[in-house]
């Protein structure tokens, strides 16, 4: 199987910058996209930005222009550079991979989370 795990969360200060990796693992025959997504207490967990094996990105209209998201196919992993922290950024970020295995068969991954906190 594949196992995704997050990193980079943390407590930054309103207008500051994180950076969130996420690492993919397992017996991996390739993966198709790989997403962030959030969810803030009491939120459902929304889509913030997707990437496909092609490079294609695409963001939710919230985070347009202050993040960045990008990937190491060779290396199975996926960033999200976030610049301009603002308070309601605040939730548990979390990778998502759409991934096929060396066994045969295709399905979409999660990683954990990780807490990003945005003071102001």
């Known amino acids: 199987q594949v196992q995704l795990a997050e990193s980079g969360g943390g407590l930054v200060q309103a207008g500051g910058s994180l950076r969130l990796s996420c690492a993919a693992s397992?017996?991996?025959?390739?993966?198709?996209?790989m997403r962030w997504y959030r969810q803030a207490p009491g939120k459902q967990r929304d889509l913030v930005a997707t990437i496909t094996s092609g490079g294609y990105t695409s963001y939710a209209d919230s985070v347009k222009g202050r993040v960045t998201i990008s990937r190491d196919n060779a290396k199975n992993t996926v960033d999200l550079q976030m610049n301009s922290l603002k308070p309601e950024d605040t939730a548990v970020y979390y990778c998502n991979a759409a991934a096929s295995v060396t066994s045969g068969g295709r399905r979409g991954y999660w990683g954990q989370g990780t807490q990003v906190t945005v003071s102001s």
């Open positions: 397992g017996s991996i025959a390739g993966i198709n996209y």
